[in-house]
């Protein structure tokens, strides 16, 4: 079973800090993807990744692929209380099927 | 885009008793949709593959008996806790996909279950 790490797990920040969060894994993934989780709702996603390497940006956040396929990360700018959340990763390896969720990141940026 | 309806948001049930979750896609067919369970500030464990028109697949360590899945149309899957007890209660999660890789998932809005 592929696992996904992710770090930290809790971050608690000011409002205008950046922050980068990390998720790894040993196993290669055809596809990531990244989604914020608020308390009693589905998550939703934010992007999908699928090419090593590949760079993509939703206003202030930047995801970023690894070259192996086996990493990304969430880079977010000057963060707002707005960004308070759990941040997932989810990796689907080459026709699972099926995604594997990383352990998750929670959020809380203060004003 | 793709909208996943799922309910109800949230039951309270008593112990002993079933309860039905469904999970709609609105506005798309979904040859497969899975079913996920959260508990507070964890992340999504995936319960099982619900694949229309034939039986769902079981990730390890859930019970196939104790938690029902139906999928008989394209654009409904429904997970039913059987003799629930105060253990079952959770977060429970489903989502679909309009094509397998390379797109996410969507993700329905979640039942809290609480069994008393």
């Known amino acids: 079973t592929q696992l996904l790490e992710q770090s930290p797990q809790f971050l608690s920040i000011q409002e205008g800090e950046n922050l980068t969060v990390y998720c790894n894994s040993s196993?290669?993934?055809?596809?990531l993807q990244w989604y914020r989780q608020e308390p009693g709702e589905g998550p939703v996603l934010l992007v999908t990744?699928?090419?090593?390497?590949e760079v993509k940006k939703l206003k202030r956040l930047t995801f970023q692929f690894g070259d192996a396929r086996k990493d990304s990360s969430l880079h977010i700018t000057a963060a707002q209380p707005g960004d308070t959340g759990l941040y997932l990763c989810?990796?689907?390896?080459?026709?699972?099927?099926?995604?594997?969720f990383g352990d998750g990141t929670t959020l809380t940026v203060k004003p | 885009g793709a909208v996943v309806s799922q309910h109800p948001s949230w039951v309270i049930c008593k112990s002993g008793t079933s309860v039905k979750i469904e999970c709609r896609s609105l506005d798309f067919q979904a040859t497969t949709m899975f079913w996920y369970r959260q508990f507070p500030k964890q992340s999504l464990m995936l319960m099982a593959t619900s694949n229309e028109g034939s039986k769902a697949t079981y990730e390890q360590g859930v019970e196939k008996d104790k938690f029902l899945i139906n999928h008989a149309s394209l654009t409904l899957s429904t997970l039913t806790v059987t003799s629930a007890h105060p253990e079952d209660s959770s977060f429970y999660i489903c989502?679909?996909?309009?094509?397998?890789?390379?797109?996410?998932?969507?993700f329905g809005s979640g039942t809290r279950l609480t069994v008393v």
């Open positions: 989810a990796g689907e390896e080459d026709n699972a099927g099926k995604s594997t």
């Open positions: 989502s679909a996909t309009l094509s397998q890789g390379a797109g996410g998932y969507t």
């Open positions: 196993s290669v993934f055809s596809s």
């Open positions: 990744v699928v090419t090593g390497g």
